[in-house]
């Protein structure tokens, strides 16, 4: 059984500081890597994808990749309470396994003022 | 209409009634996916079409029936559910060998 890992949270974060999430994954050959944010009520909205070990910048994201240790991690740098949400971790397996993503439960980010 | 929609937004049915919901991508992607979300439980998988034929169907119950009559449609026909099966349905669309998904709004179920 392929495990995709996250705290749930929730992480509190004042605003202006830097929110780290992690998600751990139980395949190693798992080739790609997504996060999602989800606001309540809402659908997930892709925000960052990895494919590569090392760091990957968007804005105020930055995704880490640690193949090596199974370990993915997205900061959020000068958050703010628009990040608050739940954060989705998404691992694609290899490539037989086609376009299928395996979820982790997400971890909830509350973001105070 | 752009990215992925789905109707209805809402659904509240008893568990004896017959009911779809629907997808549609307006994004020209090829694969089209079904999704759960139950409280505090991952994003459940439940089928993928790709170029309309079916690819994976996640051991969903028969009360569950997919239909993709095209590439741009998605189906999920509903009958005789249970109260457990009340989550969040979710579309979601990929174009090609990109694992990247697109999700639509989805569908909030509740079975009496």
């Known amino acids: 059984q392929k495990e995709v890992e996250q705290n749930s949270g929730p992480l509190s974060v004042p605003e202006g500081a830097i929110a780290s999430l992690n998600c751990t994954y139980s395949?190693?050959?798992?080739?790609?890597f997504f996060w999602y944010r989800q606001y309540s009520g809402k659908s997930p909205e892709l925000i960052m994808s990895i494919y590569s070990n090392g760091d990957k910048e968007d804005g105020r994201f930055t995704a880490q990749l640690n193949k090596a240790s199974q370990y993915v991690s997205l900061l959020i740098r000068d958050s703010q309470p628009s990040d608050s949400a739940t954060y989705l971790c998404?691992?694609?397996?290899?490539?037989?396994?086609?376009?299928?993503?395996?979820f982790g439960g997400g971890t909830r980010v509350l973001v105070k003022p | 209409e752009t990215g992925v929609t789905q109707t209805p937004r809402h659904l509240v049915m008893g568990m004896t009634n017959k009911k779809s919901l629907k997808c549609e991508q307006h994004?020209?992607?090829?694969?089209m996916y079904w999704y759960k979300q139950s409280a505090k439980k991952p994003l459940e998988l439940m089928f993928v079409y790709n170029f309309k034929e079916q690819t994976e169907n996640n051991s969903v119950p028969s009360r569950f029936s997919p239909e993709c009559p095209n590439s741009s449609h998605l189906f999920l026909h509903l009958h005789t559910l249970q109260p457990e099966d009340s989550a969040l349905y979710l579309c979601a669309s990929s174009q090609g060998d990109s694992p990247e998904q697109f999700f639509g709004p989805g569908t909030r179920l509740t079975v009496l």
């Open positions: 998404a691992v694609k397996e290899d490539k037989a396994a086609g376009n299928k993503l395996t």
């Open positions: 994004l020209g992607h090829n694969a």
């Open positions: 395949d190693r050959v798992s080739q790609s």
